[in-house]
């Protein structure tokens, strides 16, 4: 269902002249504005501003080609896992981030736009999904390494959507934040059992995977806010509700505690406890890699890229008879 989305792309004006605004649009702005400042929820059919609809479908698409594409690299170890319970917990896991990416194609469909649309859109390089997911997974400590890691930094950015100001969004994210927890859990279980009951070889395969996927699970947060095109607006309207570096310092002061436990370290020297601040330091991100992965350069963007193509081209039969089934079953409704 599309929404009543409130166009507030102000026209270009002649040299000289003011641009030509309308008093209901002027009026139509300044109560939007006011229910994000008194907190209140945004609904699929309320008037919106063009311009955060389209932040709304840039930023949720984003979030459920992540988690489509992040069943990837797990997906590869299904047939590997160690033990029948560790197999039960991989899958239940893959079929939880399925979910995950259904609620959030759905809840950016009630913006104007089409699962399809947004599949074309990532497809052809207009849309990205999380940089992190361009990575290979080496070893099965990997498995537990993204769970803690990198599901435990989506925990940490997720949580505050929960209050996003857009209403289907925020109900999405409930039921996901609650399932990422058991991610998390569940893959700081396995590398605690590698690393208490497990040889030297596996503790030695924890820490390896550990040093790998550190530094690309910092920069899962985004860009320094100075550098982030988007965040200031997002803030300002409450879709983000903390900035990446605030989420990325609560996220490392967090991990770094968690470490400890685990009997890891960090591949970080400059990682260290700021008495003054009450807060971690830590060394400087390689941003340069980040854009590089981003702009589709990283280790495996395009093997990732290319199954989600085929997955869509060879899926569009499926596609094809459920759309063929649902309008019969709506001329005999009709009918009826």
Same mark, same amino acid.
């Given at each position: 269902?599309?929404?009543q989305a409130m166009d507030t792309q102000r026209p270009?004006?002649?040299?000289?002249?003011?641009?030509?605004?309308?008093? /209901?649009?002027?009026?139509?702005?300044?109560?939007?504005?006011?229910? !994000?400042?008194?907190? /209140?929820?945004?609904?699929?059919?309320?008037?919106?501003?063009?311009?955060?609809?389209?932040?709304?479908?840039?930023?949720?698409?984003?979030?459920?080609?992540?988690?489509?594409?992040? %069943?990837?690299?797990?997906?590869?170890? =299904?047939?590997?896992?160690?033990?029948?319970?560790?197999?039960? !917990?991989?899958?239940?896991? !893959?079929? &939880?981030?399925?979910?995950?990416? *259904?609620? *959030?194609?759905?809840?950016?469909?009630? *913006?104007?736009?089409?699962?399809?649309?947004?599949?074309?859109?990532?497809?052809?390089?207009?849309?990205?999904?999380?940089?992190?997911?361009?990575?290979?997974?080496?070893?099965?400590?990997?498995m537990g390494t993204i769970g803690w890691l990198v &599901?435990?930094?989506?925990?940490?950015?997720?949580?505050? *959507?929960?209050?996003?100001?857009?209403?289907?969004?925020?109900?999405?994210?409930?039921?996901?934040?609650? /399932?990422?927890?058991?991610?998390?859990?569940?893959?700081?279980?396995?590398?605690?059992? %590698?690393?208490?009951?497990?040889?030297?070889?596996?503790?030695?395969?924890?820490? &390896?995977?550990?040093?790998?996927?550190?530094?690309?699970?910092? %920069? %899962?947060?985004?860009? +320094? &806010?100075?550098?982030? +095109?988007?965040?200031?607006?997002?803030?300002?309207?409450? =879709?983000?509700?903390?900035?990446?570096?605030?989420?990325?310092?609560?996220? =490392?002061?967090?991990?770094?505690?968690?470490?400890?436990?685990?009997?890891?370290?960090?591949?970080?020297?400059?990682?260290?406890?700021?008495?003054?601040?009450?807060?971690?330091?830590?060394?400087?991100?390689?941003?340069?890699?980040?854009?590089?992965?981003?702009?589709?350069?990283?280790?495996?963007?395009?093997?990732?890229?290319?199954?989600?193509?085929?997955?869509?081209?060879?899926g569009a039969w499926v596609r094809e008879a459920a759309?063929?089934?649902?309008?019969?079953?709506?001329?005999?409704?009709?009918?009826?």
């Open positions: 269902m599309y929404t270009q004006a002649a040299p000289g002249r003011q641009p030509q605004v309308s008093a /209901e649009t002027v009026q139509a702005e300044q109560r939007f504005e006011a229910r !994000i400042a008194a907190g /209140e929820f945004i609904e699929a059919k309320d008037p919106m501003p063009e311009h955060y609809r389209k932040t709304l479908v840039r930023q949720i698409s984003q979030h459920a080609h992540s988690e489509v594409v992040g %069943m990837l690299p797990e997906g590869n170890w =299904i047939t590997r896992a160690p033990t029948l319970k560790r197999k039960a !917990i991989l899958l239940a896991k !893959i079929q &939880d981030e399925a979910g995950h990416g *259904l609620y *959030l194609y759905a809840a950016a469909e009630t *913006l104007g736009t089409s699962r399809g649309d947004m599949t074309d859109a990532l497809l052809d390089g207009r849309a990205k999904y999380s940089s992190i997911f361009n990575y290979p997974t080496l070893t099965w400590a990997d &599901d435990g930094a989506a925990i940490m950015n997720q949580v505050p *959507l929960c209050r996003c100001s857009y209403a289907p969004y925020a109900r999405a994210m409930v039921r996901i934040c609650r /399932e990422e927890s058991f991610h998390q859990r569940q893959g700081y279980e396995a590398l605690l059992t %590698m690393m208490r009951q497990g040889t030297e070889a596996q503790r030695a395969m924890v820490q &390896d995977a550990v040093n790998r996927w550190w530094w690309p699970s910092i %920069m %899962m947060f985004g860009p +320094p &806010d100075e550098q982030s +095109p988007n965040t200031a607006q997002s803030m300002r309207w409450g =879709i983000k509700r903390i900035s990446n570096d605030a989420l990325r310092q609560k996220f =490392i002061d967090a991990a770094v505690a968690q470490a400890r436990e685990l009997g890891v370290s960090f591949p970080d020297p400059g990682l260290v406890w700021n008495e003054a601040r009450q807060q971690h330091d830590h060394g400087p991100i390689d941003w340069a890699e980040f854009w590089r992965v981003v702009g589709g350069d990283g280790p495996c963007n395009q093997e990732r890229l290319g199954a989600r193509r085929k997955a869509w081209e060879e759309l063929a089934h649902a309008a019969k079953r709506d001329a005999l409704a009709q009918a009826a």
